[in-house]
């Protein structure tokens, strides 16, 4: 999957900046848990406002997507994944 990622990015002509490619090699390989603003800061050493704007540009190019909680807990993930909760069958 992330071979096939970067492939697909470079022959879209996307530019991505260091901090954003560090993060997307980290959500195609042994991501845990949900990426948050505060994880992007810690694993970029970035400032809030910077991470905000690296995943702002994921998401106007439709690789990131927004989880469905907002406010204090939003979350993202790779777009076209499925979420990582369960489908509940009622």
Known sequence: MKESFWQD??????????????VLNKLLG??????TREKW????????RTA?????ELIELGI??????GGRSTSYR????PSQKTASHS
């Open 9 to 22: 990015s470079k022959k879209k002509n996307v530019s991505l900046n260091p901090r954003q490619k560090k």
């Open 30 to 35: 042994d991501f845990e848990g949900k990426l």
């Open 41 to 48: 800061m810690e694993l970029t050493k970035a400032s809030s």
């Open 52 to 56: 905000l704007r690296d995943i702002d």
């Open 64 to 69: 990131l997507e927004q989880e469905e909680a």
């Open 78 to 81: 790779l777009k076209n994944q």
